[in-house]
Nanobody, 115 residues
Framework: QVQLVESGGGLVQAGGSLRLSCAASRSIASLRDMRWYRQAPGKQRDLVASIASIPITYYADSVKGRFTISRDNAKNTMYLQMNSLKPEDTAVYYC?????????WGQGTQVTVSS
């Protein structure tokens, strides 16, 4: 099992930056893929970015060039650097990991971007 705790959300003006962190309760070195999702009010939860242990990264088209995902296995933490934020980035951001077919989720952190 692994517990995931997000932090770093908040209120920011359009064009600003935030860095989200996802701290794990144990080593993440064995977690092949870790992901950031987001869910806006009334919408489904969408994949924002993922990072493998190799590492190989994936970004949704809507955040490509603005967001950067990274992981620090020594600190058991995954990050999401978000630059040039837009109002449409407003959502609750969740970190996710899958191990042996089990999905682990954090509690989410709110990101609000004002225009």
């Amino acid at each position: 099992q692994v517990q995931l705790v997000e932090s770093g959300g908040g209120l920011v003006q359009a064009g600003g930056s935030l860095r989200l962190s996802c701290a794990a309760s144990r080593s993440i070195a064995s977690l092949r893929d870790m992901r950031w999702y987001r869910q806006a009010p009334g919408k489904q939860r969408d994949l924002v970015a993922s990072i493998a242990s190799i590492p190989i990264t994936y970004y949704a088209d809507s955040v490509k060039g603005r967001f950067t995902i990274s992981r620090d296995n020594a600190k058991n933490t995954m990050y999401l650097q978000m630059n040039s934020l837009k109002p449409e980035d407003t959502a609750v951001y969740y970190c996710n990991a899958v191990e042996v077919g089990v999905n682990y989720w954090g509690q989410g952190t709110q990101v609000t971007v004002s225009s």
